[in-house]
């Protein structure tokens, strides 16, 4: 089938093009949440967190488990499971993968793909592969900003992705804590000599990649399915944002994460559903070449 | 003040020092010299807890340290580190309030003015990235970030190293002055001249042993020394 991309432009009137960009900014900024744990760990620790998508799928897991035994609202279990999901993380980086890395970081790496693939399975034997989804009131529920019409879940998902990155911010430039989390990103010896605790920081930095993921489950349930493998797309799209925000970057993964929003929805509409994520490994593909280092990352 | 005895140490199987006594009083200016690679830098990582003991001991205060470097900042036992290791993706003022990250904290506002006093080019820029610094400012920066844990006893790994020679002649001279202010100082040097004329005593260590020790006078009068170190 031969199609006329100039035509299929011009075929779509401003409206569509510019709703779809909004839906991708509110969609992307899920993402960029995503992206934020895996960017922070890799700042820190210098090493992948494979179990990163495993551990989306449990938050969401544990998000559909709430509404469904409890009714408790998506948005609701948030505040729950943020604090849970950020103790989670730190328990397993002090207690299990730092001890079982024996003081070698690159160790980290393989034991956070053990996890992963254990997460997984786990997930498998008691859920089944089934896919699982809440509904909610506000699943199709629009806003209408003038001419435009918006997903209600996505903007409150924007809103709350917009909260999640001002407390970071805060955490990470205000407190002494956060001031130790960014001085073992680039200087591990000369903050052990501080008395800073390198172990405690990691622990840190995971937890709080986690309470991100916990905050994103609540977010993405309402318009979103979740099955024990749900965690690898979005890890693919989160692992593009952090290579083109620049590996480690805090702002990067924000405004790379809004950038591949948009880019998946424009897309989506001029490619068609199906190859709509043909945009986004375009682009991993466009930076590795042009720019390695990505928008916000310093050479190595 | 400091009181090592019999310390041995080194990396995986490998001995490095091989038994070190060595002790700073109060108030003194100890020179801890020896050319690359005989142990000074490994010397300190003990000192400061990053490495493991095989034997001997390290009393700081009147206590053993237990060997983390948690227990020796506490202690008030504070390195400043070859390669001065500041955080240069912060800015001056948030390294410096680093410097008090586990002790001092309650007294960081007062601490910082003891500093900016001492250092006050670093006043004037307290937002610069540490990574922007000159290598003489980042060697202010990373004294002054000691300073902020308030020492007992500070040790200063190679100060001198990679500054032009009117800086190491500014560096001596801070010694010197923060040692006047009641401070201890352990000063481990590669520089023999600069370190013998401002330190009380002096330990030379070759090959993971003290091979010669005393006052700083008796020790740059020394003729060995004189044809080893300083080629008379």
């Known amino acids: 089938m031969q199609r006329n991309w100039k035509s299929d432009w011009i075929m779509y009137s401003p409206i569509i093009l510019i709703e779809a960009m909004i839906n991708g900014l509110l969609t992307g900024s899920i ?270 | 003040m400091l009181d090592v005895k019999n310390l041995r140490t080194g990396y995986g199987g490998v001995e490095v020092l091989r038994g070190i006594d060595i002790t700073v009083g109060k108030g003194e200016i100890v020179a801890v010299l020896g050319a690359n690679g005989v142990g000074k830098t490994t010397l300190n990582k003990a000192l400061s807890g990053l490495l493991k003991l095989t034997g001997g001991s390290i009393t700081f205060d009147g206590k053993p340290l237990d060997g983390s470097p948690i227990a020796a900042v506490e202690a008030g036992l504070i390195q400043v580190p070859e390669g001065r290791k500041i955080f240069p993706n912060m800015s001056i003022l948030e390294n410096l309030e680093l410097g008090s990250y586990r002790r001092g904290r309650a007294n960081r506002a007062r601490n910082l003015e003891l500093v900016f006093s001492t250092f006050p080019k670093l006043r004037q820029r307290i937002e610069q990235m540490a990574g922007t610094l000159s290598g003489g400012e980042q060697q202010m920066l990373a004294i002054g970030r000691g300073m902020m844990a308030e020492p007992k006893l500070l040790i200063l790994d190679e100060p001198s190293l990679g500054l032009s020679p009117l800086l190491v002649e500014e560096m001596f001279d801070l010694v010197k002055r923060l040692n006047a202010e009641g401070l201890p100082i352990m000063l481990v040097e590669q520089n023999v001249v600069q370190s013998l004329e401002i330190a009380s005593r002096a330990y030379i260590i070759e090959n993971g042993l003290v091979t010669m020790s005393g006052t700083a006078a008796v020790i740059s009068a020394d003729p060995e020394l004189k044809r080893a170190y300083l080629g008379l």
């Open chain 1, 31 to 300: 993402y960029a949440l995503i992206a934020l744990g895996l960017t922070l760990v890799y700042g820190v620790l210098h090493i992948i967190n494979f179990a990163h998508g495993a551990t989306l799928a449990v938050a969401m897991f544990a998000v559909w488990g709430l509404n469904i035994a409890a009714g408790i609202d998506p948005y609701l279990s948030i505040l729950l499971l943020a604090p849970v999901f950020f103790a989670l993380g730190y328990g397993v980086q002090r207690f299990i993968i730092g001890p079982a890395a024996g003081g070698d970081d690159g160790n980290i790496l393989l034991i956070t793909l053990g996890l992963s693939i254990f997460i997984e399975n786990a997930l498998l034997a008691s859920f089944g592969s089934d896919t699982r989804a809440i509904t909610s009131d506000l699943s199709f529920s629009v806003v209408e900003l003038g001419p435009f019409l918006i997903s209600t879940p996505r903007l409150i998902g924007f809103a709350g992705s917009l909260i999640v990155t001002v407390i970071l911010w805060f955490v990470m430039t205000r407190t002494d804590a956060g001031k130790a989390i960014r001085a073992v990103a680039k200087e591990k010896l000369g903050a052990s000599l501080m008395g800073i605790n390198v172990a405690h920081v990691y622990a840190l930095t995971f937890g709080i990649g986690c309470a991100a993921l916990a905050v994103a489950a609540g977010l993405l349930m309402p318009s979103f399915y979740v099955n024990p493998r749900v965690g690898g797309a979005f890890v693919n799209i989160a692992f593009t944002i952090v290579v083109l925000g620049g590996m480690g970057s805090i702002p990067g993964a924000m405004i790379g994460g809004l950038l591949i929003g948009i880019v998946e929805s424009l897309s989506g509409l001029l490619l068609g559903e199906s190859l709509g994520q043909i945009g986004i490994f375009i682009i991993f593909i466009l930076v590795l070449l042009l720019k390695p280092t990505g928008l916000f990352g310093a050479k190595a």
